[in-house]
């Protein structure tokens, strides 16, 4: 058995692997191969609309909310969004709280002005900023609801008047928000939703068409929107494995369900990292995230030793990020209790070991 805990790409649910393996045979008894259904038949629109359909059922969208599938990872979003939303002239807000909302700020400033309302970046992004203002005129704030490679997250939507937009990348999914709040909201589907190569976006439709540049027609979300996310070839096996996860969370009873177990399973991870002696936790307790566990040892000597126990045991995945060392653990929606189990028991024996 092993035990998947990489950040991304990571853990999806067992049966959406079967079921998107069994497609690849043979997709719903057309005798084809999803891999070479055309991406303008009934077959395939089924699939398109199951899964934009999903997203709304999921996250309560009003009906300004559009959802799109669209090609690349987050990273093309974040020159997407400022490219549709922020005129050379006008000034977005961003926080600098993890190195992805970073690389978005650099971004942002090829195409307007920008302000970073506040950074945790000299303390190594162990914490999410709470005082910060936000300037009236700045045309949205910009979040990075869950830092995948620090483990912090945001625990509730910054209280602001401004347009929110948010990368959700490794959060999206996985706790109750009023999504409805966010004038834009993308993610990468490899952490929580499918494999890599999709990104989700939902926009409110009201936001768009108001910067003067031109701009590509695939770039531009409107075009995306008025062809129901079929502007071009879709990632057309990305999306399908997307719907297939959506529709096994929406089994389990959606995002209320997903949450309690996700907040179950980083309790039991971060109460063995508080009580073993061997552990710490490298962030702000109060900002810790759901998702993605970061911890060390004290004494970094042992690092190596505790990294072969745990691979010995099949647990893989929980080395810290290239940036950070340490361990990382991601317990993203499809991680089961029973396997961060099995990595809290590894910490166990490690300490009476030790
Ligand atoms: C992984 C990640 C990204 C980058 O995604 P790509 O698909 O590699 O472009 C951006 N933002 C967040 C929050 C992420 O976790």
């Known amino acids: 058995m092993i035990y998947n805990f990489n950040a991304g790409p990571s853990i999806l649910p067992r049966e959406v692997f079967q079921q998107a393996s069994a497609a690849v045979l043979n997709f719903n008894d057309t005798g084809l191969s999803i891999l070479e259904l055309g991406h303008r038949t009934p077959e395939f ?24 599938f669209l090609h690349g990872g987050a990273s093309t979003q974040f020159m997407q ?14 926080t600098d709280t993890d190195v992805w909302g970073h690389k978005a700020i650099a971004e942002a400033k090829l195409f307007g002005k920008v302000e970073v309302v506040c950074s945790s970046r000299e303390k190594n992004y162990c914490y999410i900023p709470k005082d910060f203002a936000v300037p009236n005129d700045s045309k949205y704030l910009h979040i990075t609801t869950n830092n995948t490679i620090y483990g912090t997250q945001w625990q509730a939507i910054p209280h602001t008047s401004n347009s929110l937009v948010a990368d959700m990348s490794s959060d999206i999914f996985s706790r109750v ?3 409805n709040k966010f004038d834009l909201i993308y993610a990468g589907a490899q952490k929580n939703m499918g494999p890599a190569g999709v990104n989700l976006v939902v926009v409110n439709k009201n936001v768009l068409g108001k910067v003067k540049r031109a701009i590509p027609t695939i770039m531009d979300y409107r075009n995306h929107v008025k062809e129901k996310s079929m502007l071009n070839t879709p990632p057309v096996f990305a999306v399908y494995v997307c719907m297939l996860t959506l529709r096994w969370l929406k089994a389990l009873g959606g995002i209320p369900a997903i949450e309690k177990l996700n907040v179950a399973k980083a309790r039991l991870l971060y109460n063995e990292i508080d009580r ?27 690092e190596p030793a505790f990294m072969q126990y745990a691979k010995s045991l099949g647990i893989v995945g929980i080395a810290g990020h290239r940036t950070t060392g340490g361990f990382r653990a991601s317990i993203y929606n499809a991680m089961p209790a029973s396997s961060v189990q099995v990595l809290v028991g590894a910490m166990q024996k490690f300490e009476e070991m030790n």
């Open 177 to 179: 928000l009023d999504f």
């Open 81 to 94: 969004v400022p490219m549709n939303l922020l005129d050379g002239k006008e000034s977005a807000s961003y």
């Open 45 to 68: 629109t089924a699939v398109m609309e199951e899964a934009r359909g999903l997203v709304k059922e999921l996250m309560l969208l009003d009906d300004e909310h559009e959802v799109l």
């Open 276 to 302: 073993n002696s061997l552990f710490v936790g490298t962030v702000e307790v109060e900002d810790r995230s759901l998702m993605n566990v970061c911890f060390v040892m004290h004494d970094p000597s042992l």
